[in-house]
């Protein structure tokens, strides 16, 4: 059973700056594109950045510039850096596959609070 564990949320000003970390417990970890995800209360959860197994990086519109995503293969963790925050960010972010074939089962996330 493939276990994700995210962290390193916390509750930062607007302007403020936070790294989260994913560790991940599936043996095929390198060989797999990977995700960041974001629910805000009443929200869908939105895919925010994504990465190939190669280092290929996508965002979404509304982090681009702010967010960098980035993978240790041989530590098997997923970071994003989270730098000018703003409140909009404010929710928990959890760590996965892209979805295109499934997911891994869902972490707990790590909440991420940005005050104005």
């Known amino acids: 059973q493939v276990q994700l564990v995210e962290s390193g949320g916390g509750l930062v000003q607007a302007g403020g700056s936070l790294r989260l970390s994913c560790a991940a417990s599936?043996?095929?970890?390198?060989?797999?594109?990977m995700a960041w995800y974001r629910q805000a209360p009443g929200k869908q959860r939105e895919l925010v950045a994504a990465?190939?197994?190669?280092?290929?990086?996508n965002y979404a519109d509304s982090v681009k510039g702010r967010f960098t995503i980035s993978r240790d293969n041989a530590k098997k963790k997923l970071y994003l850096q989270m730098n000018s925050l703003k409140p909009e960010d404010t929710a928990v972010y959890y760590c996965?596959?892209?979805?295109?074939?499934?997911?891994?089962?869902w972490g707990q996330g790590t909440q991420v609070a940005v005050s104005s």
């Open positions: 599936a043996s095929d970890f390198v060989m797999n594109n």
């Open positions: 996965n596959l892209p979805g295109q074939f499934g997911f891994y089962p």
């Open positions: 990465i190939s197994s190669g280092g290929s990086t």
